[in-house]
């Protein structure tokens, strides 16, 4: 069965450090790989999108990496501030077998960044 | 504001009740997906329109559960007789494009709540 798997577990890091999260997948072959950031109550909102034939992607203090051998992507954010705290959501973008492309989330993981 | 709007933000209902939401995508977009979100968990895809085609429907979805999208334009989410567990958030995102999804915008949610 098709699984993406985000650390459901809350990830609590000291600011100014560097928190990365990990997004690993079964069973799909996305042509993107995307980011995305959710506040409590509110919609998610893009952050980083990165195409199967690409290795690493960088927006500011974002880093994005896929591994599509290890079917994996890491999410880095470097010099993390309180204000990064939120739930990041990874989501795969792939032909499905009606013939379009379907978006599937993950779980998301809960960051904190502790002052 | 030109972002993805949803109507309305909270509804409260009693079981049985029929339930509508409206979303208004992003005008020159041509994808709209419905997604629902429990708590603690990821955006579920519900289902998918092309233009005015709606190309795909979860399995997830019972018959109380129709959606439209009438001219290519707004879209409506409709459930009747809800039941309790149907209170989540409803999620409404719009792209563009002809080949991958590639970034969704997100509107803010409609949360239901079923008594």
């Known amino acids: 069965s098709q699984k993406i798997e985000q650390n459901s577990e809350a990830l609590n890091i000291q600011e100014g450090k560097t928190a990365t999260l990990t997004c690993n997948y079964t069973n799909y072959s996305p042509a993107y790989l995307q980011w995305y950031r959710q506040d409590p109550g509110r919609g998610p909102v893009f952050l980083l999108l990165?195409?199967?034939?690409?290795k690493e992607k960088r927006k500011e203090r974002l880093k994005v990496t896929f591994d599509t051998t290890l079917k994996q992507s890491l999410f880095h954010i470097t010099a993390s501030q309180p204000a990064d705290s939120a739930t990041y959501l990874c989501?795969?973008?792939?032909?499905?077998?009606?013939?379009?492309?379907?978006?599937?989330f993950g779980i998301g993981t809960k960051l904190q960044v502790i002052p | 504001d030109t972002g993805v709007s949803q109507d309305p933000r909270h509804k409260i209902t009693k079981r049985g009740q029929n339930v509508t939401f409206r979303c208004d995508p992003i005008?020159?977009?041509?994808?709209l997906y419905w997604y629902r979100q429990t708590l603690g968990q990821g955006p579920e895809f519900l289902t998918y329109f092309q233009n005015e085609a709606q190309l795909e429907k979860s399995r997830l979805l019972s018959d109380r559960f129709s959606a439209e999208r009438p001219k290519g334009s707004f879209s409506t989410l409709e459930i009747q007789r809800t039941e309790q567990g149907d209170s989540a958030m409803y999620l409404c995102a719009s792209s563009l494009g002809g080949g991958p999804a590639g970034e969704l915008f997100f509107g803010e949610g409609s949360r239901l709540t079923v008594l």
């Open positions: 990165i195409r199967e034939n690409e």
């Open positions: 989501a795969l973008d792939q032909m499905n077998s009606g013939g379009y492309q379907k978006v599937t």
């Open positions: 005008s020159e977009h041509n994808r």
